[in-house]
């Protein structure tokens, strides 16, 4: 009887979480991790004048790292709520994801110049 009862409760508090996949959430995450990346990077490569360059190669890559981080921030909330598949599975979409993107971006970049 008591199990019953703890797997109820169990059910009712994992209803009652927010979902781990918004829109506005994913949103967030990717404009973190793109803005994060695109300073950082941006201020450690300089130029020949010693200004910061900005160039399509970090726009590429601050595109990949806010990717990256949507597919990490859900796997870590689906670990924190302890399922596992769903963790799983937002970490090989995660690098099918950028993966794809990478290759996407590739082909722009090869196709301007």
Known sequence: ????????LYRQAAKNQPP???LAGMA??????????GA???LA??????????????????????AALVAGVAAGKAVE??????AALSTVGG????????RLLKQ???QEE
């Open 40 to 42: 950082v990077a941006a």
């Open 81 to 86: 709520r302890g399922n596992y598949l769903t």
């Open 20 to 22: 781990i996949f918004t």
């Open 95 to 102: 690098v099918a994801g950028v993966y794809a993107l990478d």
């Open 28 to 37: 967030n995450d990717f404009v973190r991790g793109f803005v994060s990346y």
């Open 108 to 110: 722009d970049f090869q």
């Open 45 to 66: 490569r300089r130029g020949e004048t010693n200004l910061p360059v900005f160039d399509a190669a970090l726009l590429k890559h601050a595109t990949l790292t806010g």
């Open 1 to 8: 009887m008591k199990k019953q009862r703890k797997n109820k």
